[in-house]
């Protein structure tokens, strides 16, 4: 049974960092395309961070190039997306996807940057 569970968000000031966490179960993440997107209140879904299988490709949204980085690492099955130089424009839930045969998403980690 394929789950993903999101942590790591939180409140943060401008300026802050947070990493957040994407634990995938019942199947290796490693093999499969996974992402992070977001939705901001009033706002529709919208990608962030990618990464495909094995990890050669890696693309980022252009609202967060330079400052967000999507990662995996293999041997605790998760993926993570460091958030760095944080603005309130950053604000939203953030959802985990990995796409194992169909599409399955995590039920998100709320983010609010805010001073």
């Known amino acids: 049974q394929v789950q993903l569970v999101e942590s790591g968000g939180g409140l943060v000031q401008p300026g802050g960092s947070l990493r957040l966490s994407c634990a995938a179960s019942?199947?290796?993440?490693?093999?499969?395309?996974m992402s992070w997107y977001r939705q901001a209140p009033g706002k529709e879904r919208e990608l962030v961070a990618a990464?495909?299988?094995?990890?050669?490709?890696?693309d980022y949204a252009d609202s967060v190039k330079g400052r967000f980085t999507i990662s995996r690492d293999t041997a605790k099955n998760t993926v993570y997306l460091q958030m760095n130089d944080l603005t309130p424009a950053d604000t939203a839930v953030y959802y985990c996807?990995?796409?194992?045969?169909?599409?399955?998403w995590g039920k998100g980690t709320l983010v609010t940057v805010s001073s």
């Open positions: 996807k990995a796409e194992v045969g169909t599409d399955y």
């Open positions: 019942g199947f290796t993440a490693r093999n499969h395309a």
């Open positions: 990464i495909n299988r094995f990890g050669g490709r890696r």
